[in-house]
C-alpha cells in the first residue's frame, strides 16, 4: 500500500506550510509514505491518472496535529482525582497511586489507551515524559503512532524504584534501540530544573549535543517554584540552565508560565520551543502563560496536552481553542492569537520543537503523509464563512474522521485500523478496578 | 406515546436534585411527559411492569441542559468576523450585516440551524435575545424545544428598521400569543441598561412584576461600557437599576463582568440570576467573571453560551468546562469551581434563573421528562473513577445519543426526530451566499 499511490481529493486541503489558508476542492498525492503533491482536484486526472482515489467532499485535509507533551499513561488516572490543590494533588493522590501501580505493563496499557484516544483525535505524533519510556515507544510503534518518548537519564526526585533504565547508560540503551525507527525517536527527559546540578546540566547539556537529542523539560510551571528556586541559587532556573549551555534550539521548555521578561527575552533569543498546555495550566490553578507576547517575540511555540490527569483528556482541537481565546483574555485583546496562529502551534511549530520540521508539520511535497481529514459538513460547522476559524472555534476533535501516518491509514471512518478497541476498554477496567478512589 | 409509560434504563442516573451524585444502574420513569420516579434498574419489573423499555447500558442519564443566554439566529454569522477588536466587530461587521440581512426569515432558518445543533448537544431549554422572537418561538415550538423569547418591547440602540412588535404593545401581543404554550414563553428583553431612561426602567419594572416576566438584560459586559455610564450617571448601571426597582429575583443579568463588590452583594442579596458565558467573554476580550466568588456570595450563576457569532458554537459541555477551569485560574485556585458546581450551572440554576425550578432542570418526580442521554462507553471516557469529573472535564457534546423533552423523544441515536437536517443546511448555505465575508 506505501509504495502505491494514493490520491486524497477534499473539500478543502489545508496545507499550513505555505501560508495560503484553505484551498477549496484540492487533492494531495501521496507515495511511498510521503507527499508528492498538493494541487487543485481538477488537475489531478491529468497529472496523475493512476492511484486509489478517495473522496472526502465534506472534510478538511490537514496536517496531523503534534502534541508536544505528554505523559500518555497517565489516562489511567483520567478522573482520579479533580478539583484538588496541586500538592495535594501529587502527594496524596497521583503519587501514591503511581508507587502502588506503575509498572512496565501499566504504562504499556496506559499508553495503549492513550495512543487510541489521540489517534482518533487527529493527533499523529506526541512528545512523551515518563516512566518505562521503552513501553510507551513499543505501543506507539504497534499501534502506527509518531512519537518521541523521554529517556529518564537522571533519577529525579520522583523515581519509583530505581530501574536500570532510569541511568545514563539504560536512558542510551533505549535510544540506541529506536534511533533508525522510522515513526519512534528519544529525547532526555529529566522532569523539571529543581532535581539538576550544575554538573547533571552539564552533562544533559553535551549528552544533547553529542547525540542530537531534544531535552523535554518542565520549567517554570508554578510561581512558588521559581521563587524557591531563586532562594536557593539566586537566580531563575532558565537562566541558571542557560548559564550551564542548557537554552538553545534543542530545549523543549513545557509550561513556561512565570517568566520574566529576561526569561522570555532569553528564550526567544536562544531558538528554544516553548510547549503551551493551556487547559492544564487552569485545572492546576498553574496561572495564564504569556503566549501572545513569547509568539511576538518570535519564540516558537508548540502545543501539549498534558497528561489526562490533569486535563482530562487528549484533544489538541480543545488546547487550540482554548489557548486562542485565553491568549485575548489575557492580552486584553480580542486580536491577540487568531485561529491560524493555533493551527501553526499545534502543526508545524509542534514539528519545529521536535526537531521534525522537515518531516512533518505541514501538507508539503517530501514530508511524510501524516494527514488527517476533518469532517465539516454537519449541521453545527455551517455556514462556511472561514474554514480557519471554523477548526479552531467551532470544531470538536470527534469531527476527524480519518488519520494517515506516513501514508499509512489507522483511522477508517472513525473505526481503528490498528487498535483493539475493545481489549483496550477491558485492559483500563481491570487498572480501575486496583486504583483505589 | 405522551401517555404512555416509557422506562429508560442508565449505566447511570444523575438526577442533579437531590445531589446524589451519579446512581449507577438506575431508570428513569416517564409518564404523560413527566418523570414518575428515578429509582434502582432492578426494582423497576417489580414497581413498573408494564412500559417501553429503553435500555442506555453505556449512557449517563441526566437533566436537559439549559442555555441561558443566546442569539439563535445568529448562528448565521457563525465565522463571519472572528479575532476582531469588539468595536470593529459589533460596527464594521455584525451590525451592518444585521442591518442588510436580518429579516423574519432570516432568523427562522438561524434559530433552526441553532435549534438543531442546541437539540443535538443536549441543550433542551434556551433562552434567546434577537430580533423577532416570534420567529425564533415559531420554530422552537415546531422542533420541540422549549425556550423563552425575549419581547424587543423598548426600541434599544440598534433597531433595525422599526416593526410593530418593538413597542409595548407589540411585545405584549407576542407574550400572549405563548402564554399558555407548554414550552414557550417570554422574557422582557432589553438590550442593556445604557438605552433605558428611569422612566422606562420603571415601566419595565412594572410589566415584569404585573406579567410575572423575567428581565433579561446584558449588565456590566465590559469595563468600558460601565465607566462611561459611571461618568454619566454617578452609578453604575446595576445600582441604578436597583433604584429603579429592576434587581429582583426575576432579573436575569447576563456577563456581569466588571462587577464592583457593592454590585455583587446587590445581585445576592436581591436574589437576582447571572448568566456566565465564558467563551463569549474571552473571545470578545471582554475579561474574566469572578463566577467563584458571586457563587460563595450565593448568587444563583447559570451558564449561556452567548450567540455563534462570538463563540462559536451552543456547546454547553464546553462552557460547563470553560467555567470549571476558568475560575480556578481567576482565584489561582484548582478547588474553585468543582464539577459538580458547573453541572448544577448548566441544570437546576439554568431552571432557577428562568423560573423554571419547579418544571425542570433536575431528573425529579413531577418534573417534566427533559431528559438527555450521554455516551460514556468510548475509549476517551474510560476509566470510570468519578462521572461527575468525566461529564464537565472530559466529555464532548457529541457524546450526547439522545434527547427527550417532555417525555418526546427529539434525537434518537445522534438522529434527528424532529428536524430535516438536509434542509437546514440549505438554507444556511443559501444565506451564506448572500451575506458577503
Known amino acids: 500500500m506505501d509504495g502505491q499511490r ?8 489545508l496545507p499550513m506550510v505555505p501560508d495560503t489558508g484553505a484551498l477549496p476542492d484540492h487533492a494531495v498525492i501521496v507515495e511511498g509514505g510521503r507527499i508528492r503533491d498538493v494541487l487543485p482536484s481538477l488537475q489531478v486526472s491529468q497529472r ?21 507533551h505528554t505523559h500518555a499513561a497517565m489516562s489511567l488516572f483520567r478522573g482520579l482525582a479533580d478539583d484538588l490543590a496541586l500538592q495535594k494533588w501529587l502527594e496524596q493522590r497521583i503519587w501514591p497511586a503511581e508507587q502502588r501501580h506503575v509498572s512496565e505493563r501499566f504504562v504499556a496499557d496506559g499508553a495503549r489507551l492513550a495512543c487510541a484516544e489521540m489517534l482518533r483525535n487527529g493527533i499523529t505524533c506526541f512528545n512523551d515524559m515518563y516512566y518505562y519510556p521503552d513501553a510507551t515507544a513499543t505501543v506507539a510503534a504497534e499501534v502506527g503512532l509518531r512519537c518521541r518518548v523521554g529517556l529518564r537519564v537522571l533519577p529525579g526526585q520522583r523515581a519509583l524504584h530505581l530501574e536500570p533504565e532510569d541511568s545514563l547508560e539504560g ?3 533505549i535510544h540506541d534501540r529506536w534511533r533508525r525507527h522510522p515513526l519512534v525517536g528519544t529525547t532526555l527527559a529529566p522532569h523539571s530544573p529543581r532535581s539538576l546540578s550544575g554538573a547533571l546540566m552539564r552533562t544533559l547539556g553535551r549528552l544533547s549535543r553529542d547525540y542530537d537529542l531534544r531535552l ?34 534543542r530545549l523543549i521548555a513545557v509550561h513556561a508560565i512565570h517568566l520574566e521578561l529576561a526569561d522570555r527575552r532569553l528564550l526567544a533569543e536562544a531558538g528554544a520551543h516553548v510547549v503551551h498546555c493551556p487547559r492544564s495550566n487552569l485545572k492546576l490553578g498553574n496561572g495564564l502563560a504569556a503566549v501572545a507576547e513569547l509568539l511576538r517575540l518570535g519564540v516558537n511555540v508548540a502545543l501539549g496536552t498534558d497528561g489526562a490527569a490533569s486535563n482530562n483528556n487528549l484533544d489538541l482541537f480543545g488546547e487550540m481553542r482554548m489557548a486562542a481565546l485565553l491568549a485575548k483574555a489575557v492580552g486584553n485583546d ?29 501538507l508539503e511535497a517530501g514530508k511524510w503523509a501524516d494527514i488527517i481529514a476533518v469532517d465539516v459538513g454537519g449541521i453545527a460547522a455551517h455556514p462556511h464563512f472561514d474554514i480557519v476559524s471554523q477548526l479552531v472555534y467551532a470544531t470538536g476533535a470527534n469531527q476527524v474522521t480519518d488519520v494517515w501516518i506516513a501514508g499509512r491509514r489507522l483511522l477508517e471512518k472513525r473505526q481503528f485500523l490498528t487498535v483493539d478497541q475493545q ?13 483505589p478512589t
Open 48 to 68: 496523475y491518472p493512476d492511484g486509489t482515489v478517495e473522496q472526502l467532499h465534506a472534510h478538511v485535509l490537514m496536517p496531523g496535529l503534534v502534541n508536544c
Open 216 to 249: 523535554h523539560m518542565h520549567v517554570h510551571e508554578t510561581g512558588e517554584e521559581v521563587a524557591d528556586y531563586m532562594g536557593l541559587h539566586g537566580v531563575s532556573p532558565l537562566q541558571r540552565m542557560h548559564r550551564q549551555g542548557l537554552v538553545g534550539p
Open 334 to 362: 480580542p486580536t491577540a492569537l487568531p485561529a491560524s496562529a493555533a493551527l501553526r502551534m499545534a502543526t508545524i511549530n509542534g514539528a519545529r520543537a521536535l526537531g521534525l520540521a522537515d518531516d512533518i508539520g505541514s
Open 423 to 435: 481489549a483496550v476498554a477491558a485492559a483500563v477496567d481491570n487498572w480501575q478496578t486496583r486504583v
Open 6 to 13: 494514493q490520491i486524497l481529493h477534499g473539500r478543502w486541503v
Open 171 to 173: 536512558g542510551l540503551r
